[in-house]
């Protein structure tokens, strides 16, 4: 397909970090005969997909997309599953945890399936993680690591760990403690009593029989083929075999991981391959600043941030600064929406090299199916709040007034924001409103707010409204007009602050407008 040379061209010099990203990994092709760029991103099984895995699948296929823009090669996203790794614990959100018990240490692809769907508790989690990123029209291809170790796709790869054996020990022994580097070896052999994966000490390897030798519970002699999934290997070797296995050329991987990485580069060097080209981000935390994790449960869901907003607002969030760690609550869900908003309001008025630098142009990959809104989620929250009402339909024509015309693509959007708006009222803002009863003196500023809205007639605008309101203001001597919007927001919404007032009341009605006032303040 030809690529758009304005944009390749733009491109080279641009801040976005997926485009800086992409311009790295060009470099790193440029060096060998690949036709193609494998990016990968793993997946641990353990517990249910959630939010930190869609942000990382979500910010490499912002840089598969910025190659596609200034690549001919074929891009590829990986998307692999460790789900040959043995389950080292229950997880705490699962039902049927005691039927999990006595299948620790058994590769997931042979524990049960707690919710009793799947054949086994890795298809479970796989088939998870597969629906949400196909829910998001994410384009990669799925690798089972139990699929790929039983097939024999990794059969040369383990041949050559084997062959490297010594090696790979001296350079992971140093990282041990010392009882750990009596045992330790690359190779986990999956037991053919118990079906667990035996992380044991190895007595002899066997590069002419592929073979490993340990010593089983009941103290027995076993030698075993590392091929064929009857070994697997201990995953900061698995990650670097994998690397050269799949030629992976980029990935993206959680700060706490540098130290791991840095490992598995040397396994891979030692093997004989090239690392990939690599970035780490920070991790997401929960509203008490600890990192959220798969297996507690804790943080924001992805089914907790669609239900109060677009799913275009959450790549949105991915993309906000990757390495600076953020903390993933309810709260942040409006402001992070109405920054999103002003991005696409932006978007068509801008030129090529404004475009590309607009987070906009990385979750839309270039395009508006969006439009230009003309409102925002807190000002739809305000009109939530203020008429009562759960009735999509009315807020929308409440818009529709302000706004004029809405395009087609725009209308989606809009009801989905307008729907999630609602939710979010309803779950997490009306329990926590506290209405501010004015003093005596501040209730003669509000009759005089009535009686100039009384005045105004229906065809002022938004801005020319705010004016007078700001007018207001000035007349009963607020020192600093913030403390006068930050009143009436209080009284009127029973919060500190809001979007523009002017805005409100050319949306909400003058008349509703005065008798909402009516209503709180007297």
């Keep these: 397909m030809p690529k758009n040379q304005e944009i390749i061209k733009l491109s080279s010099q641009a801040k976005s970090w997926p485009f800086v990203e992409a311009q790295r990994i060009l470099k790193r092709i440029e060096k060998n005969s690949k036709e193609e760029i494998n990016l990968q991103t793993g997946y641990g099984p353990s517990g249910l997909p959630h939010i930190g895995t869609f942000g990382e699948v979500a910010r ?70 597969k629906t949400f990123l196909d829910d998001f029209g994410f384009k990669y291809n799925f690798k089972s690591a139990t699929a790929l170790y039983q097939n024999g796709f990794f059969n040369e790869q383990l041949k050559n760990v084997l062959s490297n054996y010594e090696e790979i020990k001296n350079i992971i022994l140093p990282t041990l403690g010392e009882e750990r580097r009596k045992t330790y070896s690359p190779f986990l052999p999956v037991c053919k009593k118990t079906n667990k994966v035996l992380e044991v000490e190895i007595l002899r390897i066997s590069s002419e029989n592929n073979s490993v030798t340990y010593i089983d519970d009941s103290g027995e002699e076993v030698e075993v083929s590392v091929l064929d999934g009857n070994c697997k290997l201990q995953w ?18 959680g700060k706490d991981l540098i130290p791991t990485f840095q490992l598995s580069a040397k396994i891979c060097r030692a093997l004989g391959g090239n690392p990939p080209e690599n970035f780490f981000y ?5 509203q008490n600043g600890e990192k959220i994790s798969k297996s507690k449960g804790n943080g924001l869901s992805i089914e907790e941030w669609l239900t109060y907003a677009p799913q275009e607002t959450l790549s949105y969030f991915m993309y906000q600064n990757p390495r600076r760690a953020k903390k993933l609550f309810l709260e942040v869900i409006p402001k992070s929406t109405d920054e999103f908003i002003s991005h696409v309001n932006k978007f068509d008025d801008q030129s090529l090299d404004q475009k590309i630098e607009n987070p906009f142009w990385h979750i ?15 000002l739809i929250l305000n009109l939530v709040s203020a008429s009562g009402s759960n009735d999509p339909k009315l807020i929308l024509d ?33 329990s926590s409103i506290s209405y501010k009863k ?25 801005e020319e409204i705010q ?15 913030r403390d006068w919007f930050s009143l009436i927001y209080q009284v009127l919404f029973g919060k500190s602050e809001g979007p523009r007032f002017g805005s409100f009341v050319a949306i ?5 407008t005065i008798q909402l006032i009516k209503d709180k303040v007297f």
């Design 60 to 129: 490499t296929t912002m840089i598969l997309n910025a190659l596609e823009q200034i690549s001919e090669k074929e891009v590829n996203l990986i998307a692999f599953s460790d789900d040959l790794d043995g389950l080292r614990k229950v997880p705490d959100n699962v039902p049927n945890q005691e039927k999990l018990l006595e299948y620790l240490n058994q590769p997931l692809t042979s524990v049960p399936d707690p919710f009793n769907k799947y054949g086994s508790f890795g298809e479970h989690n796989n088939s998870m993680l």
């Design 236 to 253: 900061k070797v698995d990650w670097a075999m994998r690397w050269i296995a799949l030629g992976i050329d980029y990935e993206m991987y």
């Design 282 to 286: 920070e991790l997401f935390l929960d």
């Design 364 to 378: 839309s990959n270039g395009s508006n199916s969006i439009g230009k809104l003309g409102i925002s989620y807190n």
């Design 398 to 430: 409440f818009i529709k007034k302000y706004v004029g015309n809405i395009e087609e693509v725009s209308l989606e959007f809009l009801l989905k924001l307008i729907d999630g708006v609602i939710n979010y009222y309803n779950d997490v803002t009306k």
């Design 438 to 462: 004015p003093s005596q003196e501040e209730v003669l500023i509000f009759e005089d707010l009535i009686k100039r809205l009384s005045a105004m007639p229906n065809t002022l605008t938004a």
């Design 467 to 481: 004016t007078e309101i700001y007018q207001i203001g000035k007349d009963h001597n607020f020192t600093n007009l």
């Design 508 to 512: 909400y009605g003058i008349d509703r």
